[in-house]
């Protein structure tokens, strides 16, 4: 079983940066790609990035292009969301997902694994 940790959240101004790592454990990860998700009170859970971890190739949300960076560390098994420039509408449980696929990466059903998300609060 895939088991996904996010860590990293926290309390921040408007323009502060924080970043967020997902530690994966149970599987090789080559083959998988792995996602970031948010979720603020009474709202859906929207895309914020995506990586296909063998190649490293990455996605982001029109919202977060230019602020935000997924990267990964492989000898950590551990994807990071580092965000930059934050805004209070970036205000949201963070969670971090796996699937072994690599298409519909920015909806939330394509994924198989979920961590148990990290809260993400900026002050203005």
């Known amino acids: 079983q895939v088991q996904l940790v996010e860590s990293g959240g926290g309390l921040v101004q408007t323009g502060g940066s924080l970043r967020l790592s997902c530690a994966a454990s149970g599987r090789a990860f080559s083959g998988y790609a792995m996602g970031w998700f948010r979720q603020a009170p009474g709202k859906e859970r929207t895309f914020v990035s995506a990586m296909t971890w063998g190649d490293g190739r990455t996605y982001y949300a029109d919202s977060v292009k230019g602020r935000f960076t997924i990267s990964r560390d492989n000898t950590k098994n551990t994807v990071y969301l580092q965000m930059n420039s934050l805004k209070p509408e970036d205000t949201a449980v963070y969670y971090c997902?796996?699937?072994?696929?690599?298409?519909?990466?920015?909806?939330?059903?394509?994924?198989?694994?979920w961590g148990q998300g990290t809260q993400v609060t900026v002050s203005s």
């Open positions: 997902a796996a699937v072994t696929s690599f298409i519909g990466l920015r909806s939330p059903s394509a994924y198989d694994y």
